[in-house]
Antibody, heavy 121, light 110 residues
Framework: QVQLVQSGSELKTPGASVKVSCKAS????????LSWVRQAPGQGLEWMGW????????TYAQGFAGRFVFSLDTSVSTAHLQISSLKADDTAVYYC??????????????WGQGTPVTVSS | QAVLTQPPSVSAAPGQKVTISCSGT????????VSWWQQFPGTAPKFLIF???KRGSGIPDRFSGSKSGTSATLGITGLQTGDEADYYC???????????FGGGTKLTVL
């Protein structure tokens, strides 16, 4: 079965960087795109963009270009989200999400367990 | 500010039916499939509905989805206390080239 297992919670100070990982299993990693979704405390879901796991090409949603970087290590079926120059309002749970089938990004069918990132001095 | 509009909260008694609306525009709901997710506090969203009205694997038929024009609706019948959760709609927005979500609806089963 499809599984997405994310790295553990992070506590960072403002200005630092963080790298969140998402290890996929149960399917051929390069067959489906992976999105990243942010959920700030008490707030709704926000799509950050996605990465084409076949080509490594990332696409960032408005507001997520620059400090946010999606990357892959296909040798271990793992996607990464790196956030630099962290700010307090980056505090959120970050989810990696797989589409139901290729080309259907908005299906958001399979979710990692989420990685809480707290930015505080 | 979410792109899709959902009511902040709905409530109904156990055993009753509830509907949750999701309103958008022609650039999103009007021309793309709608999905729905259920989220309990402290957990990841769970996939409920895709392609407007198809249930995800293992989702009971108490949950249903529909779409008309630029609006979509999630229906839940035979409400149980275990259905108390936040519910989100989402779809692709062709103008934004992005997945967009509703702000979420908190369901209370009284």
């Amino acid at each position: 079965q499809v599984q997405l297992v994310q790295s553990g919670s992070e506590l960072k100070t403002p200005g630092a960087s963080v790298k969140v990982s998402c290890k996929a299993s149960g399917y051929i990693f390069t067959n489906n795109g992976l999105s990243w979704v942010r959920q700030a405390p008490g707030q709704g879901l926000e799509w950050m963009g996605w990465i084409n796991t076949a080509t490594g090409n990332p696409t960032y949603a408005q507001g997520f270009a620059g400090r946010f970087v999606f990357s892959l290590d296909t040798s271990v079926s793992t996607a990464h989200l790196q956030i630099s120059s962290l700010k307090a309002d980056d505090t959120a749970v970050y989810y990696c999400v797989r589409e139901l089938r290729s080309g259907y990004l908005s299906s958001c069918a399979y979710w990692g367990q989420g990685t809480p990132v707290t930015v505080s001095s | 500010q979410a792109v899709l509009t959902q009511p902040p909260s709905v409530s109904a008694a156990p055993g009753q039916k509830v509907t949750i609306s999701c309103s958008g525009t022609n650039s999103n709901i009007g021309n793309n499939f709608v999905s729905w997710w259920q989220q309990f506090p402290g957990t990841a969203p769970k996939f409920l509905i895709f392609e407007n009205d198809k249930r995800g694997s293992g989702i009971p038929d108490r949950f249903s989805g529909s779409k008309s024009g630029t609006s979509a609706t999630l229906g839940i019948t035979g409400l149980q206390t275990g259905d108390e959760a936040d519910y989100y709609c989402g779809t692709w927005d062709s103008s934004l080239s992005a997945v967009v979500f509703g702000g979420g609806t908190k369901l209370t089963v009284l």
